[in-house]
């Protein structure tokens, strides 16, 4: 392995949409350990060489069946300690805006059991660290940023 220890590196998307109720969040329930049956940011991990922006669109496509190809903004890298029990993993985590006219019908897939919207300020219990990343979600939702 060498001299200097790497993590797993995995990718997260946070797609939000606007309704007449407020903000919605989408999530997938998870159909694997770890955290099975818990609701989660559909992602995972990033092939060799595949830029994680590319995977965050890849895995939402995958999980969720959506394929978004609007702006994506960086929201944050996260590697806390045991934020994954599988081992050192760190996540870049996208957020995009889905427009009006797009179409948002989410249907499970890959290691997905479940795929739905939640209004944001009312999310389930989430896996890993996703309640945490959520509320910078939040923080760059007021702070306007919704034009990406």
Known sequence: MGA??????????????REASGWEVLLVKRGRAPFQGRWALPGGFVDEYEPPEQAARRELQEETGIRYEGPLALIGVYGGPGRDPRGWTVSAVYAGVVGEGVETAAVAGDDAAEAAWYPLDTVPDLAFDHAAILEDVRKWLVAGHTDV
């Open 4 to 17: 200097y220890p790497r993590p797993a590196f995995t990718a997260d998307a946070a797609l939000l949409r």
